[in-house]
């Protein structure tokens, strides 16, 4: 595993990162355009980021969100017929199509050739001013939502999550209800509670456009001024709510069962969310611990010892407001288990009285490097990193900043946050069973 990341960081070093004429203009009505001339190929990635998440629902809407990445696709006033019409019409052009929702945004993202652009932004302008919210359109998504639901609750480890994440939060809390939602308020959602919140965060004002690749930037400009630029909805800006503190909030639970033979030592950590102090070094650190192939806990529980047969890992690293991460070490059941909590305490203890190897670091930094270096090539890669900046930092140009930040991090820094976050008497295990006759 060394020799081939010894070498991956050789050959990114070798190579330039690329960088791309990037410009941008906002639009009267507060629509960002963020475009990235890049013409490697004829391709061009078209994104709109949406400022609204699962964070912003309420009782009696828990899913909306997720619900209108679905209805999104199904027409709009001037893009209309049956099925996914937006799906349907995109590729036709050739292209690809998605979308996705996490606790603070909504992203909607196409991949076309270069002569389809303005088309998508016609088309995206409409469904964000005329989308179409009948009752048919509605009860066909709520089915297909609701089986989505269904789907992850006939898995064991889907289901599991489920069960667990609702047991995690304090009420208040921006994410105290999973982004997919509640099945019994997704099944009973009416199509005035859905005007309501198409009404309440689709606007220009709540949204910014990224489109990288083959494209001039004035051609995109003057698209969007003439697509979005007649949208005169606006919406008042959509404000950081107060949240109940999670670093003192006590989790009840201490054991769960399952219906499949393994066991799971699921530990539960707070996580400060972007924007604080120690946002960097915690993902850093948790990153070294658990979710990188080479972390600290997968080397010893996995590749030396065979003691887990993996560590599923459950952070967050875009949170706008603190969270919990989880990470899952699942096992072979059996009442030998506890020497894994032993090593995993051992494996922290010396972070917090030692601390970790400078060089650890370093080489981890180099690997993000590498990746970043990589993704220079994707318009997609290149989409993400400019709409995560502008997202959080309200800034495209910082889309290098979380290499930068951890850059900045030294070995005392990381045995601080280790003190601080995975302080025993602060990690919360819970221990998962199957089901015992």
């Not at 941008?24 to 004829?42: D, M, Q, R, S």
Request: hydrophobic share 35%; aromatic share 14%.
């Amino acid at each position: 595993m060394k020799k081939v990341f010894f070498i991956l960081v050789l050959f990114a070093s070798a190579l330039q990162a690329q960088t791309y004429p990037t410009k941008t203009t906002t639009l009267p009505n507060g629509l960002k355009v963020i475009v990235c001339e890049k013409a490697t190929n004829p391709m061009v990635q078209v994104e709109i980021w949406y400022r609204v998440g699962s964070k912003d629902e309420w009782d009696g809407v828990r899913g909306m969100a997720h619900m209108f990445e679905h209805m999104m696709f199904r027409g709009s006033k001037n893009f209309n017929g049956e099925g996914d019409v937006y799906i349907k019409l995109l590729e036709k052009m050739g292209g690809r199509v998605n979308a996705y929702t996490t606790f603070d945004r909504t992203v909607y993202h196409e991949e076309v050739m270069s002569q389809h652009v303005e088309k998508v932004m016609e088309m995206e302008a409409d469904r964000m001013t005329n989308l179409l919210l009948s009752q048919k359109v509605l009860d066909t998504e709520r089915e297909v939502v609701g089986e989505e639901f269904r789907l992850g609750e006939n898995n064991w480890y889907q289901r599991n999550i489920y069960e667990r994440y609702r047991h995690l939060y304090p009420k208040t809390h921006p994410y105290e209800v999973n982004v997919i939602g509640n099945l019994e308020e997704i099944t009973s959602f009416t199509t005035k509670q859905c005007q309501d919140f198409y009404d309440k965060f689709y606007s220009p004002n709540n949204a910014f456009l990224v489109v990288v690749g083959n494209v001039k930037a004035d051609d995109v400009f003057a698209y969007a001024k003439k697509y979005f630029g007649p949208i005169t909805k606006q919406l008042p800006l959509n404000t950081k709510k107060k949240e109940p503190d999670l670093f003192t909030h006590a989790i009840e639970l201490e054991e769960m069962n399952i219906d499949f033979p393994v066991q799971i030592y699921s530990y539960t950590v707070p996580s400060p969310a972007f924007g604080h102090k120690d946002y960097y070094a915690f993902n850093l650190l948790t990153e070294l611990l658990f979710t990188n192939s080479n972390a600290i806990l997968f080397n010893s529980l996995v590749m030396k010892t065979s003691l887990a047969y993996g560590i599923q890992a459950g952070m967050d690293a875009s949170r706008m407001y603190n969270n919990y991460s989880n990470f899952d070490v699942i096992m072979r059941a059996g009442i030998g288990n506890a020497k894994v909590k032993k090593i995993i305490s051992k494996e922290i203890n010396d972070i917090i009285t030692e601390g970790l190897e400078q060089q650890l670091i370093d080489d981890y930094i180099s690997h993000l490097e590498a990746q970043r270096t990589f993704g220079n090539y994707s318009n997609a890669g290149i989409a993400g990193d400019l709409g995560f900046a502008e997202y959080y930092y309200n800034d495209y140009s910082k889309y290098n900043a979380m290499i930068e930040e951890y850059k900045k991090i030294k070995a005392d820094d990381l045995k601080l946050i280790a003190q601080t976050y995975y302080n025993p008497e602060k990690l919360k295990v819970i221990n998962i069973k199957p089901v015992t006759e």
